[in-house]
């Protein structure tokens, strides 16, 4: 079983529609981020988490929010499904006693809106 | 601004060596990371240069020069499954990545 994973990996939805991505991780770690990948773009932050209590906003954090339910937990919702956030989305943990800070991603989400 | 420079795509063949060149300008730096993408999958840890020199793990060597906000990812003995995008992302003063676009690698036989 996959250390860092995702559900759904894949999803059609509708302009409009509220859609949440869930993020659930075994591997123990404090930190927890939630990016979306577009072809020809890097990987963009949108939200990130250092523990249960602590919520940040990333790079493009409008029209996303997050809830992190436990310190494996950490979804992400779009409340109102717009098309230009049809993209594929990581989810990713890191030890915050990691000498590096190395990220250790989820499979990915693509999630596609009409 | 922050910037990463990567080239769009290179191709090489089988058995061969390829270097990979990034380029970053970063509200101040904490390291850099290179990951492995293939097409569709998560990206994969490869390396991380907090210091200037050259970092080497098996086939795959890093380099790092801080001062030139350079580095590089060299792969030898190239093999077919290593046809992956290959990302550079630097660690900015807030120990945030930024991401690089990535380096779509074609290896042909």
Not at chain 2, 81 to 108: E, M, V
Request: proline letters at 3%.
């Amino acid at each position: 079983d996959a250390d860092v994973t995702q559900t759904p990996r894949n999803r059609i939805t509708k302009t409009g529609k509220r859609i949440m991505l869930e993020c659930s991780q075994t591997k123990g770690h404090d930190r927890m981020y939630w990016y979306r990948q577009d072809p020809g773009l890097g990987l963009r932050l949108i939200y990130y988490s250092f523990d249960v209590k602590d919520i940040n906003k990333g790079e493009i954090s409008d029209g996303y929010s997050v809830s992190r339910q436990a310190q494996a937990k950490f979804s992400l919702s779009l409340e109102s499904a717009i098309p230009n956030q049809t993209a594929l989305y990581f989810c990713a943990t890191s030890a915050m006693e990691s000498d590096t800070g190395e990220l250790f991603f989820g499979e990915g989400s693509r999630l596609t809106v009409l | 601004g922050q910037n990463i420079d990567q080239p769009t795509e290179m191709t090489a063949t089988e058995g061969a060596i390829v270097q990979i060149n990034c380029t970053y300008q970063t509200s101040g730096f904490n390291g850099l990371f290179w990951y492995q993408q293939h097409a569709g999958e998560a990206p994969t840890f490869l390396s991380y240069n907090v210091l200037d020199g050259l970092e080497e793990k098996g086939r795959f060597s890093s380099f790092l020069s801080r001062s030139k906000g350079y580095s590089y990812l060299l792969l030898k003995e190239l093999q077919m499954k290593d046809s992956a995008s290959y990302l550079c992302a630097p660690l900015d003063s807030n120990y945030q990545l930024i991401w690089g676009a990535g380096t779509k690698l074609i290896i042909k036989p």
